[in-house]
């Protein structure tokens, strides 16, 4: 289900219940805007440089349309829903909230060689007025949903994917950026099959992590911005 988010300048593929969307595409009439921080800040820290952005920017926290988190290490269930619990609260304080749904994406990660002690963000995304620029959007990253060979787990991410790119009315040749995040030898059958199933993949960016949930080995997330920025 995509929902309008007039406030944030996107929409967004609702997940009742969840912490996140699965993804979100800016509005006709405006782009995407990815800011990295050089090293990612602290969680509360870094929602506090979000704002500050976004004032200078002359955008409102709504526009805020995804964030890229690294946590320590990877978390149980329960542990990461009270993670989430408290993200949610967060992001409900900064205003990023779309009354029962919480509208922007989110990829969460564990860096591999304790690169983080606590919850960091790493980036986030935000809504710009563009007239006429080209569609942007951001995916959620995705885990596995398979527990097979690499190739059978890199298919399952690049199933929900495709349903998710679909579902905003793009594409893998829209994408501006694919991330893989995993640790370990990459191994030929996960570079087959991303070559086989993305007909323009502009280049491929390794991050050595795990997902956020003890049990899973690979997230994918993909999207298309059109200005990136390091602060």
């Known amino acids: 289900m995509v929902l309008d988010f007039p406030a944030g300048g996107y929409r967004f ?8 969307s699965a993804g979100v595409a800016a509005a006709s009439g405006h782009g995407l805007t990815r800011v990295r921080f050089l090293r990612a800040v602290p969680l509360a820290e870094g929602l506090a440089r979000v704002k500050r952005h976004l004032a200078e920017a002359q955008r409102p926290p709504a526009a805020v349309a995804s964030f890229e988190l690294r946590v320590p290490a990877p ?21 990023v909230v779309a009354g029962e749904h919480m509208p922007a994406a989110r990829t969460n990660v564990a860096p591999s060689g304790g690169a983080v002690s606590e919850p960091c963000l790493h980036a986030f995304t935000y809504t710009v007025p563009h007239p006429g620029a080209r569609t942007a959007f951001r995916i959620s990253g995705s885990p596995e949903t398979v527990r097979e060979s690499p190739a059978a787990r890199i298919a399952s991410i ?11 009315g793009v594409g893998w040749r829209d994408a501006t950026f694919t991330n893989l995040y995993a640790t370990g030898e990459l191994g030929e059958a ?31 997330d993909t999207g298309a911005v059109g200005v990136e920025l390091v602060v």
């Open 158 to 168: 690049l199933d929900v994917l495709e349903v998710r790119m679909a579902e905003l």
């Open 13 to 20: 593929i609702a997940a009742p219940g969840r912490p996140v």
């Open 75 to 95: 978390m149980a269930a329960e542990a990461f829903a009270e993670f989430n619990r408290g993200y949610v609260d967060r992001l409900r304080e900064l205003g």
């Open 190 to 220: 996960i570079q087959a099959e991303l070559t086989r199933r993305v007909p323009v993949l502009h280049g491929l960016v390794w991050y050595p992590s795990l997902p956020p949930v003890t049990g899973s080995e690979y997230e994918i």
